[in-house]
């Protein structure tokens, strides 16, 4: 599975911006999703994951209420809708693919990642 993620940017806080995470080659559609953040001089981190099915989300506490993460399956991609952006959210988004139809919080669960975005909120 080869993954795609864009639609960063720079954005006032209190902005929106929405990533798309595209898949191509082997289907993802049997697994789950998410999407992962890493701020400079930090660890990446868990941000939001979706099911196979869409039925299941989770979400990390400090982003509860702001994003929302959503899929497509005709189109194998995945969204990140992100609303009320503060200055903290600014890092490279990473996309990626889960070993199983659940989407842990451990990058450990994710098996492929896509080469991420960088996403920028001033104040």
């Known amino acids: 599975v080869q993954l795609q993620a864009s639609g960063g940017g720079l954005v006032q806080a209190g902005g929106s911006l929405r990533l798309s995470c595209a898949a191509s080659g082997r289907t993802a559609s049997n697994n789950g999703m998410g999407w992962f953040r890493q701020a400079p001089g930090k660890e990446r981190v868990f941000v939001a994951g979706i099911s196979w099915n869409g039925r299941y989300r989770n979400y990390a506490d400090s982003v509860k209420g702001r994003f929302t993460i959503s899929r497509d399956y005709a189109a194998t991609t995945m969204y990140l809708q992100m609303n009320s952006l503060e200055p903290e959210d600014t890092a490279v988004y990473y996309c990626?693919?889960?070993?199983?139809?659940?989407?842990?919080?451990?990058?450990?669960?994710?098996?492929?990642w896509g080469q991420g975005t960088q996403v920028t909120v001033s104040s």
């Open positions: 990626a693919t889960a070993r199983q139809a659940v989407a842990g919080t451990g990058a450990d669960q994710y098996v492929h």
